[in-house]
């Protein structure tokens, strides 16, 4: 069973910045694309970014391009997803979430097994 620990949520400033980690269990971890979510009241929760196992690739929401990177640290197991310039529509629960199979990066939740509790991140303006 993989368990994954999201934390670095909390309430900043329009313009602030936050580093979000989630940590994993298991030994394959470098095996797998993970990606980061987020859910915000009464809508679907969509997909923010992802990176392969290796790193070698990532994909990043339009709404998030160019404020939000992704990266992670086999040796640690541990994903990050660095965000700047932060807004108030980035408002929302975020979910890190490891793929169910070993392929490239889904868009879909369908494509993820194993998901976080969730950490919230409030941006007031």
């Known amino acids: 069973q993989v368990q994954l620990v999201e934390s670095g949520g909390g309430l900043v400033q329009a313009g602030g910045s936050l580093r979000l980690s989630c940590a994993a269990s298991g030994r394959t971890f470098s095996s797998y694309t993970m990606a980061w979510f987020r859910q915000a009241p009464g809508k679907e929760r969509d997909i923010v970014a992802a990176i392969t196992g290796s790193g070698g690739s990532l994909y990043y929401a339009d709404s998030v391009k160019d404020r939000f990177t992704i990266s992670r640290d086999n040796a640690k197991n541990t994903v990050y997803l660095q965000m700047n310039s932060l807004k108030p529509e980035d408002t929302a629960v975020y979910y890190c979430?490891?793929?169910?199979?070993?392929?490239?990066?889904?868009?879909?939740?369908?494509?993820?097994?194993?998901w976080g509790q969730g950490t919230q991140v409030t941006v007031s303006s």
């Open positions: 979430a490891r793929a169910a199979l070993r392929l490239g990066i889904g868009l879909s939740t369908l494509r993820y097994e194993y």
